[in-house]
């Protein structure tokens, strides 16, 4: 079964940090682009950060630059996206995303396999 499956989310403080994991089952990560993306109630759903096949470059959003950091690690066929200095607007649903051959882009209908999600709440 081809999937992706999000862990790491959970209830932090504002300044706190979470690392998210992106695990793939069925298919191997390291030939596809990962995004990340979040979805806060009543927004839309916006790209976060995305790693690239070839040379590993990372893409993040202006929000989350200097915060945020995306890794692969392909002996365990996950992506990370680690979150340090949290806010409470970074709060939303975080999904995975794998777009196969492809660079890097926040066109999310783009992505082959999606996660199911993991909640990221930051509140005091």
């Known amino acids: 079964q081809l999937q992706l499956v999000e862990s790491g989310g959970g209830l932090v403080q504002p300044g706190g940090s979470l690392r998210l994991s992106c695990a793939a089952s069925?298919?191997?990560?390291?030939?596809?682009?990962v995004g990340w993306f979040r979805q806060a109630p009543g927004k839309e759903r916006e790209g976060v950060s995305c790693?690239?096949?070839?040379?590993?470059?990372?893409y993040y959003t202006d929000s989350v630059k200097g915060r945020f950091t995306i890794s692969r690690d392909s002996a365990k066929n996950t992506v990370y996206l680690q979150m340090n200095s949290l806010k409470p607007e970074d709060t939303a649903v975080y999904y995975c995303?794998?777009?196969?051959?492809?660079?890097?882009?926040?066109?999310?209908?783009?992505?082959?396999?999606w996660g199911q999600g993991t909640q990221v709440t930051v509140s005091s």
């Open positions: 995303a794998a777009d196969y051959h492809a660079p890097c882009t926040y066109y999310s209908p783009g992505y082959d396999y």
């Open positions: 069925g298919f191997t990560l390291d030939f596809y682009a």
């Open positions: 790693i690239s096949i070839s040379d590993g470059r990372t």
